[in-house]
């Protein structure tokens, strides 16, 4: 249940409202090589985790947000991590100067449960024409580079440019998984990923790519 620990207690805290009433996942799903947490909403294979929820809530080393370059705050989950961190956040954002496309900043977590922020700005899509693929790609590598850097043994990331940026959920989920995999390969020192949805789809998006490995 590493970095699933969360206040209120689990069942209180799945409680999405944009999930309310979503479909249960097919019986197949129930494979004892899976461990199924809190009401089927959440799968584990290696250590990599996919799961409904809300990345603000999790007790982690680090939570990756999906910012805009000027790292000042947002809307989407920049926004639900900029109120969820306080004041403090934008604050010490402010002397980071802003981040590139494809790459990453880390600041203190503050109220959050989490002791970090990874801030990576992921790329707008503009149909596949202008290196989107690589940039997401990107964005995955240097996170796993700050979490290296600072001993980040938990880490959880939402679907980055998938929600305002307009990326392809399917494509992105095949990158967010494939770079995790390699990373996890090479760094023993990373105990668990977990990939937090915040819609059902998303959810089925990252379940899918991740199958072969259940
Ligand atoms: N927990 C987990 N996932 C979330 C949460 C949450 N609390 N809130 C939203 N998501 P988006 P982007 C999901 O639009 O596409 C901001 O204004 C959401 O459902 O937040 O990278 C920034 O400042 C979607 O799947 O980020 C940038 O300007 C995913 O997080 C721009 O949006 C990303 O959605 C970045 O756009």
């Known amino acids: 249940m590493i970095g699933l620990d969360v ?17 249960k996942f097919p019986p197949s799903l129930s494979d004892t090589s899976i ?23 999790l007790a982690v080393d680090a939570i990756v947000n999906a910012a805009n370059s000027s790292l000042l705050g947002g809307g989407g989950i920049d926004g639900a991590i900029h109120r969820a961190a306080g004041p403090e956040l934008v604050a010490e954002s402010r002397l980071l100067h802003g981040c590139k496309t494809g ?7 503050y109220r959050l449960r989490a002791k970090y922020i990874i801030h990576t700005v992921g ?24 979490a290296r850097k ?9 679907a980055i440019s998938c929600g305002i940026f307009g990326f392809p959920i399917e494509r992105a989920a095949e990158i967010a998984v494939r770079e995790t995999t390699a990373e996890l390969d090479r760094n023993e020192a990373i105990e668990s990923v977990i990939f937090v949805c915040f819609t059902q789809p998303i959810y089925e998006a990252y379940r899918q790519q991740l199958e072969p490995q259940f």
């Open 35 to 57: 461990l199924i947490l809190q009401k089927e909403r959440s799968l584990t294979t290696n250590r990599i985790t996919v799961t409904l929820g809300d990345i603000t809530t």
């Open 7 to 23: 206040p209120g207690g689990h069942n209180q805290v799945w409680q999405n409202p944009a999930l309310e009433g979503s479909p």
């Open 103 to 109: 790459d990453a900043k880390i600041t203190k977590g």
């Open 150 to 158: 600072h001993d980040v043994r938990t880490l959880a990331f939402p």
């Open 123 to 146: 790329p707008v899509w503009r149909g596949g024409e202008d290196e989107e693929e690589a940039k997401l790609a990107s964005c995955y590598v240097s996170c796993f580079n700050l």
